[in-house]
């Protein structure tokens, strides 16, 4: 079935609603009261170490996060998610936290190996797997080397393939501490975050030589290999201002996979961060797709 749907934040009250007897009616308060249930564990597979960080039970929601961070982007949605009924599952990439494994001579193919690895240890059943930016590569990686364990894709900002090449060097500019604060916030400025947004909490959480390493992995593997996620459903979170994916593409996906296979939601205002932006919504249409694709008593 095909869908697009515009969410703005009012839009995303109800997810919020839906956690009020965790800690009020808000879903910044929600989460923050969420976050004291997290729990962590780590996954080994050959010489790789992944730490894995989880909430909430139920069918498995995987969260991948963007070039050179960690899954903390995620701490805001994760107990929304987990008061929907979903168990949260955040592995670190190789190279942060507690996370550790070979970050050369690599490809797209070995991070999806590492989460295919995290998704068996949860069990039988196949899971979710969403990826924000950079992590949606993974993700449809994942879904096509292990289609046993992936039951779909969410993409989250997931970016054109012929976006601006010169993005890359806001990117760059963000993670790189070297640099004066001001330009590093106009660097997230240009590339992240829409007008009004709030840049300054990614400030924190890079991690470059690991960004590298991805970047590197992903020059390894052809895009012709994966871009297609398999046959598994898909989910296009978009942010409605995001530099690298302009909304006059807001189609391309849909139109590339088939709709038969791809769902459509648009969130704003949002940037290529777009879970800083809109946390509530995010988790909505996560919580709504997983609800049509995950059954919670197989």
Request: with cysteine.
């Amino acid at each position: 079935m095909t869908s697009m749907q515009i969410l703005d934040a009012g839009a995303a009250g109800a997810m919020a609603d839906a956690v009020a007897d965790v800690a009020g009616s808000s879903a910044v308060h929600a989460a923050q009261a969420g976050l004291h249930s997290l729990s962590g564990h780590t996954v080994t597979h050959g010489d790789v170490r992944i730490a894995v960080a989880t909430c909430g039970s139920g069918p498995a929601i995987v969260l991948l996060p963007s070039l050179g961070r960690d899954v903390e982007d995620f701490f805001p949605i994760a107990p929304l998610l987990a008061a929907r009924g979903y168990r949260v599952v955040m592995p670190s990439p190789r190279g942060m936290g507690d996370s550790t494994g070979p970050l050369t001579g690599i490809t797209l193919h070995d991070f999806a190996n590492d989460i295919a690895a995290v998704i068996a240890h949860e069990g039988s059943r196949p899971a979710l797997v969403a990826g924000h930016a950079f992590g949606n590569w993974v993700a449809r990686n994942t879904a096509i080397d292990h289609p046993d364990r992936v039951a779909g894709v969410a993409v989250l900002a997931a970016a054109h393939k012929d976006f601006p090449r010169e993005l890359r060097a806001h990117i760059d500019g963000a993670m790189d501490v070297s640099l004066a604060r001001d330009l590093r916030l106009a660097h997230l400025r240009a590339a992240f975050f829409s007008a009004g947004g709030d840049p300054s909490p990614w400030l924190d959480g890079w991690y470059p030589d690991v960004a590298r390493a991805q970047r590197a992995a992903s020059a390894a593997t052809p895009v012709a290999g994966w871009w297609t996620a398999g046959s598994v459903p898909v989910l296009d979170v978009q942010a409605a201002n995001d530099p690298f994916a302009p909304a006059s593409g807001a189609h391309l996906l849909r139109e590339e996979l088939g709709g038969d296979r791809v769902t459509v939601r648009v969130v704003g205002p949002a940037g290529h961060a777009l879970l800083p932006d809109q946390p509530a919504a995010v988790a909505e249409a996560l919580a709504d797709f997983a609800d049509r694709i995950l059954p919670k008593n197989p």
